[in-house]
């Protein structure tokens, strides 16, 4: 049976660039490319448009006029799905987390986006956002009651229909591998941040409908491998299930995460990401996040330098953007410049 592709609300620049890291990839032995999703767009850039693509296909599809989605108070996320909504003619609703929601965040990085683009934001405790869920209900129940269709969107949005976004960027990735002279056999790692689990989801999919042409690797930024594993299951069987996706999937067998660089927490840097985030912009150019894929990365070298065998003969890492998340930490990153 062939699958059924949902619809796509196309925002994302596409395809984004791959690229080597030649300086690295040599210190560490192995050829290491990055895939530039930090490209997608400037307000909607990283990894998180793809999947909105889908998510909010739907919403149009049951004429919602808000969408309601939640995250940290510097998510990428967030900030993405306010640019989108924007762009697209929807209002937009941000139930976000911070320690003190009487006294919120000063006005930077995302946060400052998000109310340039005019999202409205609802302040939460991180106790009560375990229970996002009833958080949603209620704001949507509100929003109704004042005349709104509203869609919920849950965080990242890394459901089985936002996984589209990244079974479509497997395909792209394949023709972007084939596209290399002198490719070699033997095993491609892709190596992703994971902080909600879509993306992971999508590749892992994505890459066993497109002939099994990699391996992913997911380096989770807060939980722990057995959450994970949990998350990033689920979103793949609902998904193969919902639109009838013809691949074999085993959670113990498919699912790979390289557990133990959370750090000092989620969103929360040590001295060392930081002054490999440093490191990379002065050796190639590119700014990596703080939250996630400056801890990714710093996981991924740090096994490698262990094994620049342990992810296969040539690895691929997912740019999944969060430039603006680099502002907040000016302060932390200033004694290492």
Known sequence: MAPDYPARMPLAHLPTPLMELKQIGRDLGVPIYIKRD???GSALSGNKIRKLEYVLAEARDQAANV????GGAQSNHCRATAAAAARTGLKCRLILRTDDPAHPPALDGNLLLDRLLGAEIVWITPAEY???????QREAAQLKSQ?????IIPEGASNALGSWGYIRAARELKNDLEQISGSRDGVTSIVIATGSGGTAAGLILGTRLYDRFAEVVSVNVCDDE???RKKIGKICETA???FNLDIPFDRKQDIRIVDGY???????????ELALIR??????GIFLDPVYTGKAFYGMVSELKKDPRCFGERIVFIHTGGLFGLFPKAAELAPLL
Do not use: K, M, W
């Open 240 to 242: 193969i299930e919902r």
């Open 67 to 70: 969408v309601l989605t939640c």
């Open 226 to 228: 057995s959450y994970f």
């Open 262 to 272: 959370v750090g000092a927490g989620y969103a929360l840097s040590r001295p060392e």
């Open 147 to 151: 005349g709104h269709t509203p869609y």
């Open 279 to 284: 490191d990379v912009a002065r050796r190639e």
């Open 38 to 40: 930090d490209f997608t």
């Open 130 to 136: 375990r229970a996002v869920d009833t958080i949603f």
